[in-house]
């Protein structure tokens, strides 16, 4: 069985900004690429940002200068620094997790931006 458990979500004023966490635990084999999608409301899921385990990322072009992925392999856990957060900003935020075991996301946390 695999838990992801994320956090770090919460309401911020536009210009502020969090830290997301997600840390993977359980059965889970060589973690290659951990990322972050989000959900805004009323919209689709999209990507915004990924990483693999060598460290070579990946970012929507709206996070872009702002938002900052990174990984502690040691820790099997993903960051997610956001700064400059707008309210166009607001979504739920999913982590997910691919591995030769199998492909998980977490339950996602709530982000608000407020203007």
Do not use: H
Request: aromatic share 8%; net charge positive.
């Amino acid at each position: 069985q695999v838990q992801l458990v994320e956090s770090g979500g919460g309401l911020v004023q536009a210009g502020g900004s969090l830290r997301l966490s997600c840390a993977a635990s359980g059965s889970i084999f060589s973690i290659n690429v951990m990322g972050w999608y989000r959900q805004p409301p009323g919209k689709q899921r999209e990507l915004v940002a990924t990483i693999t385990s060598g460290g070579s990322t990946n970012y929507a072009d709206s996070v872009k200068g702002r938002f900052t992925i990174s990984r502690d392999n040691a820790k099997n856990t993903v960051y997610l620094q956001m700064n400059s957060l707008k309210p166009e900003d607001t979504a739920v935020y999913y982590c997910l997790v691919v591995s030769t075991s199998g492909n998980y996301w977490g339950k996602g946390t709530l982000v608000t931006v407020s203007s």
